[in-house]
């Protein structure tokens, strides 16, 4: 069964360092997603992307993000200068449109220090 | 704006318990609503969905029922097993969402723990 797969599974990183979180979306999928869960609370939209541009983003989604699809499978979420308060849940997802069903990776924990 | 609110967690039950993990949600017009799942070291995994009022969405023995009036997608399965322990959140994809637009709202969460 095709699945969305994300790495790391867990980071640490310190306060102010740059990350980048990484997703390989279904092959023949054309949105991405990325949702973060801070812990003990909602799982939150920050960004969705299709056709090489952000087609919506939250409030979450400052200046500090980017989001890029480098080649045919990657997609990837930079956090450009990590706060401690960036520390949460990072899920990609994706879709082939329409109201088909979004598949979700397992996540990955990231840890500011 | 929109929001899920659901129970507040961890539930503890018994195998063959009955389930009820309530949800209620805000939002204009007739939102897409959801029942995700996510098993221990795992992604969130789709359970059911309903896309209209009335409707009901079914799955693996679970099932949740659109009431509009109750604004209300209450999680319920008649007999839990072991293997039902995960963390189930609610969510809902607005009504005017377009094509691809999976902007979807959830809920906090609810831990089920299900014992022999």
């Known amino acids: 069964e095709p699945e969305v797969t994300q790495t790391p599974s867990h980071q640490v990183t310190q306060m102010g360092q740059e990350v980048i979180l990484r997703c390989v979306p279904i092959s023949n999928h054309l949105y991405f997603y990325w949702y973060r869960q801070i812990l003990g609370q909602k799982v939150e939209f920050l960004v969705s992307f299709y056709n090489n541009e952000i087609s919506e983003k939250s409030e979450i989604f400052d200046d500090q993000f980017s989001v890029e699809r480098p080649d045919g499978s990657n997609f990837t979420l930079k956090i450009r200068s990590t706060k401690l308060e960036d520390s949460a849940m990072y899920f990609c997802a994706s879709t082939g449109g329409g109201t088909n069903e979004a598949f979700f990776g397992q996540g990955t924990r990231l840890t500011v220090v | 704006g929109d929001s899920v609110t659901q129970m507040e967690g961890p539930v503890t039950l018994s195998e063959e318990a009955f389930l009820t993990i309530n949800c209620t949600y805000t939002a204009t017009g007739y939102p897409s609503l959801f029942w995700y799942v996510q098993y221990p070291g795992e992604g969130l995994q789709l359970l059911l969905k309903?896309?209209?009022?009335?409707d009901k969405g079914s799955n693996k023995g679970f099932e949740a029922t659109y009431r509009k009036e109750t604004t209300s997608f209450h999680l319920e399965k008649g007999s839990v097993q072991v293997s039902d322990s995960a963390v189930y959140f609610c969510?809902?994809?607005?009504?005017?969402?377009?094509?691809?637009?999976?902007?979807?709202?959830f809920g906090k969460g609810t831990k089920l723990s299900v014992i022999p």
């Open positions: 309903a896309t209209k009022a009335d």
């Open positions: 969510a809902l994809r607005p009504a005017y969402s377009g094509a691809g637009s999976y902007q979807l709202t």
